[in-house]
T-cell receptor, first 116, second 114 residues
Framework: AQKVTQAQTEISVVEKEDVTLDCVYETRDTTYYLFWYKQPPSGELVFLIRRNSFDEQNEISGRYSWNFQKSTSSFNFTITASQVVDSAVYFCALSATPGGYQKVTFGTGTKLQVIP | DVKVTQSSRYLVKRTGEKVFLECVQDMDHENMFWYRQDPGLGLRLIYFSYDVKMKEKGDIPEGYSVSREKKERFSLILESASTNQTSMYLC?????????????FGPGTRLTVL
């Protein structure tokens, strides 16, 4: 069974603050991928990043960075110097192929509000 | 750009009606998915399909069925709609059944069952 936990339901920060969104996962598969998606108020989920289970290097893309730690089964997402446009719901997801086909399990999402 | 379209943004139906939600993708993707999104519950997988005429149950298939007669189209069917099926329905596609593929989502259909 796969499970993704995003314990933070809602977070509010003031613009320019840094914020970290937590993601903890469970899986029996040894090979899997982790994803982050952003859902802005318009509703359409947008892919942000993918990380495979064998690559624990952290990644930075502009103001976004991701920290993958297999030892704690976590894949956390940090936004540096947050902006109002970052306001959205963020989903962490785990993708594996337990039956030979891709199955993606999402967390419950974290709603981020950036206050100007 | 991959485009996933859903037939309606908003839909209002009555209890007991048969409801069809349509999803079309234009990038020749093999995988297609239907999720429902509810506050506090995130996205939950209803059904997915990895090929034409193939389907697999997700985590919450009860009360739903699907149809995939053509590669680009994946339909979600509520045989007899009930009020507890009021939700946001999201369709997604991915290139192939490989675990590394990201999903592309449609804008969603907000279904209200009265």
């Amino acid at each position: 069974a796969q499970k993704v936990t995003q314990a933070q339901t809602e977070i509010s920060v003031v613009e320019k603050e840094d914020v970290t969104l937590d993601c903890v996962y469970e899986t029996r598969d040894t090979t899997y991928y982790l994803f982050w998606y952003k859902q802005p108020p318009s509703g359409e989920l947008v892919f942000l990043i993918r990380r495979n289970s064998f690559d624990e290097q952290n990644e930075i893309s502009g103001r976004y960075s991701w920290n993958f730690q297999k030892s704690t089964s976590s894949f956390n997402f940090t936004i540096t110097a947050s902006q109002v446009v970052d306001s959205a719901v963020y989903f962490c997801a785990l993708s594996a192929t337990p039956g030979g086909y891709q199955k993606v399990t999402f967390g419950t999402g974290t709603k981020l509000q950036v206050i100007p | 750009d991959v485009k996933v379209t859903q037939s309606s943004r908003y839909l209002v139906k009555r209890t007991g009606e048969k409801v069809f939600l349509e999803c079309v993708q234009d990038m020749d993707h093999e995988n297609m998915f239907w999720y429902r999104q509810d506050p506090g519950l995130g996205l939950r997988l209803i059904y997915f399909s990895y090929d034409v005429k193939m389907k697999e149950k997700g985590d919450i298939p009860e009360g739903y069925s699907v149809s995939r007669e053509k590669k680009e189209r994946f339909s979600l069917i509520l045989e007899s709609a009930s009020t507890n099926q009021t939700s946001m329905y999201l369709c997604a596609s991915s290139l192939s059944p490989q675990r590394y593929n990201e999903q592309f989502f449609g804008p969603g259909t907000r279904l209200t069952v009265l």
